[in-house]
């Protein structure tokens, strides 16, 4: 299963994403993906397997402090919103 998707960096009126753009990063085709590969091999719910991510996206969830680090360094080209 490939869940790369297209980059959203070819798309016309939005010059202004580059390659290190967190916008450019391709959910659609991830979470297609996490479909895709459940509709074959998935034993469980849909529901429960994802819980897990749903739980962390509405709670939040510690990062590595690398992690931290690399958006500390890189904060200047960050939009605006992308801490928001």
């Known amino acids: 299963v490939n869940g790369s998707g297209q980059s959203s960096l070819g798309l016309r009126g939005v010059e202004q994403w580059t390659k290190t753009s967190p916008r450019c990063v391709t959910v659609p085709g991830c979470v297609a993906a996490w ?5 074959k091999y998935g034993r469980l719910p849909l529901r429960d397997v994802l819980r897990p991510a749903i739980e962390a996206a509405e709670h939040g969830f510690p990062i590595a402090p690398m992690s931290v680090a690399a958006v500390a360094a890189h904060r200047s080209s960050l939009p605006d919103d992308f801490l928001a």
Do not use: T
């Open 35 to 39: 479909v895709d590969a459940h509709e």
